[in-house]
């Protein structure tokens, strides 16, 4: 049986992924604070955070 927060941290980090890529590749800025975020940044973000819903997703299947 599949736990809700399980479910839900495997969608929340698969989104958060999608959005990473979507930035990387269509080069949105960003600034926090007033200071511009690379993009290359987002290629960072984008392994660790597919790679964590990835993680989850394998435990959620045991």
């Known amino acids: 049986m599949t736990k809700p927060f399980t ?11 999608l959005l990473q890529l979507l930035r ?3 080069g949105w800025e960003v600034a926090v604070n ?5 993009v ?3 290629g960072i973000a984008f392994v660790i955070a597919a790679g964590l819903a990835l ?3 394998r435990e ?3």
């Open 7 to 17: 479910l839900l941290a495997v969608v929340l980090f698969s989104l958060i992924a």
């Open 24 to 26: 990387f590749g269509l």
């Open 34 to 38: 007033g200071v511009t975020v690379p």
């Open 40 to 42: 290359w940044v987002s």
């Open 55 to 57: 993680m989850v997703w």
């Open 60 to 62: 959620m299947r045991r």
